[in-house]
């Protein structure tokens, strides 16, 4: 067995997490919060670390750098909503946030979605292409709930859209089952080559 | 109780067990299965190899060390690839879990080339992190040194390193290669604000869950390439020679495949055998 | 006046990035480039809304000694204690670099590893074939499984092959038509909200 005190202490971590499986326990309950509370204090000490203490000791000060205030200002505004009475000024960067965002979503995302609709304009000579068009088509029609009485042609588009995205989604679940096992493999990995020593 | 009723009741601690034993198993004996490289991993080899040597390529990674076991070694085998075409890389983050990883990652590469070893400000730069990443990605097209602020992961200053004085706006003429590593949807920026405006070719370094939802975008070109899951690494290691990571990870993959096709056959026979258990 | 000005402004700044995406004249000024910095910055300030969130959370638990109260102690320790390293060294530094890769890495890849242990309950209780449509979902996920471990091509030569078909055309053509829809669906989001017609992002009256 190792004696490090990195490996050890990553190896303890992992059975405490792995406990869980047998039933709820301390140790568990320990590295639950344990990680709850690291993930929290790292992303704030990293964004103050690598952004904000550079912005306030380089950008604000320089000629100039007043404009670097008003989005401090305004970010500082969302945690009014801690303060009864002064809640409302919180909307205003959510609400530019929010519009700024809206503002990509139509500024990038139609050109990508054209871009999908021409890619699905393929040449009917293949009979993979004319599956595909296939699918696609009986995609959206699996989607149109619009109609009270949908006519049979949309039905039977529409079941074999749902068959279609069932393959597809089967096909991820596939992919969703190798990829936790791969991390699950990782670190069982850990433990059995650095901590316990097999295979050294 | 007759052995359906038993199994019909099964404590899923056993399958727990199993779960864990596949995991040993193949972590002591993981067979070795070398697969056949797949178009789209090809492809993404065949982009890498495009890149002329000082050529630009700008990676964007997403994961955070929960994605790290699988993600890792597919990162490691492109940077070790680019490296030895002789490529300027210029790594960035979604997260800042994503930074360090990064920074890890290339350290270790690194240590095979010299050039990449004592060279970064010239040969690599990692920018780290930046709130509202994907915003500091766009403004990354018009000018990259001012997106993130002129300052890399370390606080180190951008002004002076020559691989973002040569590499200065992220965009077709002076990027060869544009690169995502993901495990959720950090691919769709590099898609709608490097990809399709800048037409930076973009290749996708996915987990394996991921690789269905990429499949449009590769069919429409939007998309050059995408490299899935621990098979995509180890096929891209044996593409383009580099060391045997993510080869493990398909051989122990393969036995925890046989373990729940096995545990879902034995499910359905046991419900049906059984009358159909709720 | 409340509602209606940071809804007006969120248009505005929706509108300015349209403008400058879709008017060369617009983002010749160089003015998209710095407002995205800008807006970079107000993100960054807002970074500490969940850490005072899960203090208030967690104090409230430790004050009225609810169950588990102490496991909130651990929970505060590790957040203000990580938080404050972070905010006099830098992350690469040998202290909490050793944290982030010998407690952050073991446990956050365990956590996400556990679900392999729920999938395989799930796999063997739930996943039943009842019809034609689950009958589908699972041998599209058996032929997922075996192609990706590239067990497949032992069985059967041809089995990359048609892993390849399969993608390129349900997966391909399903997946498609999910994405358009939903891109389609935050178009006409986008548009409500720069029309000021989508306001449930502001909440109600009283945040």
Redesign the interface.
Known sequence: MSGWPAVWTGALLTLAVLSYLYQDNPAWRITEHLYVGLAAGYGLGYTWQNYLRPVLENQVPAPGGWIWLLPLVLGALLYTRYIPGWDWLARFPLGIWIGYGAGYVLAYLPRVVIGQVTGSMVDLASLTNIALLVCLLGGFATFVFTLPDRPGALRTAGRVGRYAILIALGVAFGGAVLYRFTLLYGQVHFLVHDWLGFGR | MTLIARLQHLDRRWLYLGVLVVTVVGSIWPPRIVPRPSPATRAAYDLAQAVPPGGGVFIYIEYGLGSSEELDPMLAAVLGHLASRGARIMLAARSPESSQIAERVMTSVARRFPAYENGYGQTWVNLGYRPAPDVALRAATSGIGAAYNQVDYAGNTLRGMSIVDDLPVLDRRHFDLAYAFDSGDGFAPMIYYVGTPMRVPVAVGAISMEVPVLQPYLAAGQLAAVIGGARGAAEYEALAGQPEQANVLVGASALAAVYVLVVMALGNAVAHLGGGRR | M??D???W??????????A???FAWA?AT?L???V?????????????????G?T?VHLRAIDARRP?WG??I??????????????F????APV??????????????????????F???A???A???RNA?SA????????????????G??IWPGW?GLV??????????????????A??G??A???R??LGLERS???SA??
Do not use: C
């Open positions: 409340r509602k000005l940071p809804v402004l969120g248009s505005l700044a929706g509108g300015f990035v349209v400058t995406r879709w983002s160089g998209d480039r710095t995205d910095r800008l807006i970079v910055a107000s993100y960054a300030v807002a970074a500490a809304v969940g850490f005072i899960l208030r588990l496991y909130s651990v929970l505060l320790v590790a957040m203000y204690g990580y938080a404050g390293l972070l905010f060294q830098p992350a690469s909490p670099d050793w944290i982030f890769q010998n407690v952050m890495g073991p446990v956050f890849a365990t956590m996400y590893g556990l679900i392999a242990f999938i395989t309950s796999a063997y209780r996943f039943r074939i449509e589908v979902l699972l041998v599209a996920a058996a032929v997922a499984l075996l192609g990706n471990s590239a067990l091509t032992r990359d390849a078909w399969i993608m390129a055309v349900p997966v391909t053509g399903g997946f498609r038509a999910i994405q358009v829809g891109a389609l935050a178009l989001t986008a548009v909200v720069l992002h502001l909440g009283q945040l």
